[in-house]
């Protein structure tokens, strides 16, 4: 089993979760945009492992890939099809104007099955890690996350 090393990478990946949890509410036109959001998207470096070698003693290492704000589809277009990743947001809570923070898993259509396996324990580990969301949402394909299903899982999790 491959375990997911989250200390490697632990400065910069506790930076960006805190940042995302301390960032200010957007003020200006971001603040009326209902799919405007602040980020940390990270993915996860596989081992690199042929078919001939042990697993053992080989782990994949959760590291920042970027940062940012904008609108939702701005997030969306950081996810790969062949890569597990994850995200760390904050939006505006359509029901009761409120910041909520939520947690994005993604194991895209095209990761090995091998790798696929890995998800669900790489999924928790993170949970663990980047704690404090209010919503966590899975994802495999860009049919499965879009700007309107991220809000609306939010309002549904808020009641009316």
């Not at 078919?51 to 939702?72: H, P, R, Y």
Request: aromatic share 8%; glycine share 8%; charged share 20%.
């Amino acid at each position: 089993m491959t375990s997911l090393n989250l200390s490697t990478n632990g400065p910069s990946i506790s930076n960006s979760y805190n940042k995302i949890v301390n960032a200010p509410a957007p003020t200006g036109p971001a603040a009326n945009s209902p799919t405007y959001g602040q980020w940390a998207v990270y993915t996860v470096q596989a081992p690199l492992v042929s078919a001939f070698q042990s697993e053992s003693g080989k782990e994949s290492v959760l590291k920042v890939q970027t940062t940012g704000e904008g609108e939702l589809v701005d997030l969306i277009e950081e996810f790969s099809d062949g890569r597990i990743q994850f995200a760390f947001l904050k939006v505006k809570d359509s029901n009761s104007g409120l910041p909520k923070n939520v947690l994005i898993g993604w194991c895209g259509e095209g990761v090995p099955e091998r790798t696929k396996g890995y998800f669900t324990s790489h999924l928790n580990a993170v949970s663990k890690l980047l704690h404090g969301y209010h919503v966590q949402v899975t994802a495999r394909s860009d049919r499965d996350l879009t700007p309107d299903t991220i809000v609306q899982k939010v309002a549904d999790a808020s009641g009316s």
